[in-house]
C-alpha cells in the first residue's frame, strides 16, 4: 500500500481566484494521478504526472487551467486556476504502485468555489 | 467508452443482510476492481479480479466477474453499519495502466 497524505482537505475559494493542492507520497512513484470526482458523480482523470516530464492532460482538461507540477518523485501539484462555481468538487491524487494498476489515493480535496 | 456502470445507484438494507450490486462495461477487459468510498474520503482499493478468474474471496467479500456478459458482482455478506459507503468498479484494457471508474452505488446500512 502507500499513504498519501493530501492537502487542504477542503477550502472555500472565491471566483476568479485560484487553489493549489499538495500530495505527498510516502514513497518513490513514477506515476501520479490527478481525478476530479463532481457531486455524486464518478471519478474523472484531469491528468498524469511524471517526474521530469509534462503532464499528460485528458480531453477537456488543459494546462492553463489545471497546471500541474511534479519536482520528484514524492510530490505533485494541481492549481486549478480563475476559479468559477462549476470547478466546486472533490479533487483527488492517486498513485500507482506498478502493482497490477491498483490505485491509492489520498483523502481528497473539497473545492467550494462561490 | 470503457466506463463501468453500477446498478443499482443506491442500495439501504438492514445490519446483518447481504449487500449485491453489479458493474456492467463495454469492452475487454485486463482487470476489474473493486473500491470503496466512505463520505468526504479518497477510495480505497477492495479487491481486484482478473479476466480470466471467475470468482474471489477477502473476508466477507465476494466478486464475481462473467466475462461473456461483461458483468461483475460485488457481494457484502452480513452487513455492518461500518459498511456505509459509494462502492465504484474500476476496469482497465488493453494497454492502458489507468483503470476507468464507474459511477458507484452508494450503500446505506442501517444499524
Known amino acids: 500500500s502507500a499513504v498519501i497524505s493530501q492537502k487542504p482537505s477542503r477550502d472555500i475559494c472565491q471566483r476568479g481566484t485560484s487553489l493549489t493542492i499538495q500530495c505527498q507520497v510516502d514513497s518513490q512513484v513514477t506515476m501520479m494521478f490527478w481525478y476530479r470526482q463532481q457531486p455524486g458523480q464518478s471519478l474523472t482523470l484531469i491528468a498524469t504526472?511524471?517526474?521530469?516530464?509534462?503532464?499528460?492532460?485528458e480531453s477537456g482538461f488543459v494546462i492553463d487551467k489545471f497546471p500541474i507540477s511534479r519536482p520528484n518523485l514524492t510530490f505533485s501539484t494541481l492549481t486549478v486556476s480563475n476559479l468559477s462555481p462549476e470547478d466546486s468538487s472533490i479533487y483527488l491524487c492517486s498513485v500507482d504502485r506498478g502493482d497490477q494498476n491498483i490505485q491509492y489515493f489520498g483523502a481528497g480535496t473539497r473545492l467550494s468555489v462561490l | 467508452s470503457q466506463q463501468g456502470e453500477e446498478d443499482p445507484q443506491a442500495l439501504s438494507i438492514q445490519e446483518g443482510e447481504n449487500a449485491t450490486m453489479n458493474c456492467s462495461y463495454k469492452?475487454?477487459?485486463?482487470?476489474l476492481q473493486w473500491y470503496r468510498q466512505n463520505s468526504g474520503r479518497g477510495l480505497v482499493h477492495l479487491i481486484l479480479?482478473?479476466?480470466?478468474?471467475r470468482e474471489k474471496h477477502s473476508g466477507r467479500l465476494r466478486v464475481t466477474l462473467d466475462t461473456s456478459k461483461k458483468s461483475s458482482s460485488l457481494l457484502i455478506t452480513a452487513s455492518r453499519a461500518a459498511d456505509t459507503a459509494s462502492y465504484f468498479c474500476a476496469t482497465d484494457a488493453g494497454g492502458s495502466y489507468i483503470p476507468t471508474f464507474g459511477r458507484g452505488t452508494s450503500l446505506i446500512v442501517h444499524p
Open positions: 479480479i482478473r479476466s480470466n478468474e
Open positions: 469492452t475487454s477487459i485486463n482487470n
Open positions: 504526472a511524471n517526474q521530469g516530464s509534462e503532464a499528460t492532460y
